[in-house]
């Protein structure tokens, strides 16, 4: 089982949806949790930290549960320039070396 | 963004040669990543440095090595590159480790 999972998609949705992505993760003892995005052919980025208490950045949410090891991130209202691969990344116990997920592929349609 | 470059962008290797990747940071951060990023693997860690000469392996370590003789710099080497080995590198920077990485633009390595 990998540390970190993700669906893969794509997901391809119209401008304007909400769309939500899911990741799950093996370490209990994970402290640290982030979503990064990637543009084509492009570094990562840091989009948001993940927070126990769930955390809203503009038109992103992420939720994080511990008791079920999953961690979600929400768009609402979708623009053509959120078309990227949305990395769900863990850092497992008191270490700062991160797992990432292989990336759940987004595709806004205009 | 925080400066962080990685040289040389793109590089084409013949089997057996030996290869040098270079990653310079200008942000004096203490932690320093090797990364690889395959189709279906997702980014994997190589190795790591957590101060001038202390570097650790990652996951996937085999046939990479690594020196960081200056904050700035952290090289990855592979010694004798094989078609495995072709990949896209990219390199990361933390400052403290309770954050998240600020990652290097990646070289392009093909190993033919």
């Known amino acids: 089982r990998k540390e970190v999972e993700q669906d893969p998609g794509p997901f391809n949705v119209p401008e304007g949806a909400t769309v939500a992505f899911n990741c799950t993760y093996s370490n209990s003892a994970s402290q640290s949790f982030f979503w990064y995005r990637q543009d084509c052919r492009k570094e990562p980025k840091l989009l948001m930290s993940?927070?126990?208490s769930g955390n809203e950045d503009g038109r992103f949410t992420a939720q994080l549960n511990r008791a079920s090891q999953y961690i979600s991130l929400l768009i609402r209202d979708s623009k053509l320039s959120d078309s990227a691969t949305y990395l769900c990344?863990?850092?497992?116990?008191?270490?700062?070396?991160?797992?990432f997920g292989t990336g759940t592929l987004l595709a806004v349609q205009p | 963004d925080a400066g962080i470059t990685q040289s040389p962008r793109h590089k084409v290797t013949e089997t057996g040669t030996p290869v040098t990747l270079r990653c310079h940071q200008t942000?004096?951060?203490?932690?320093m990543y090797w990364y690889r990023q395959d189709p279906g693997h997702g980014l994997r860690l190589i190795h790591y440095?957590?101060?001038?000469?202390?570097?650790d392996k990652g996951e996937v370590s085999d046939g990479y090595s690594v020196s960081r003789s200056k904050t700035e710099d952290f090289l990855l080497t592979l010694e004798s590159a094989t078609s495995s080995q072709t990949s896209v590198y990219f390199c990361a920077i933390n400052l403290d480790g309770n954050y998240g990485y600020t990652f290097g633009s990646g070289t392009r390595l093909t190993v033919v």
């Open positions: 440095s957590y101060g001038v000469k202390d570097t």
């Open positions: 942000e004096n951060h203490r932690y």
């Open positions: 993940v927070y126990s």
């Open positions: 990344v863990v850092a497992p116990g008191a270490t700062n070396k991160l797992i």
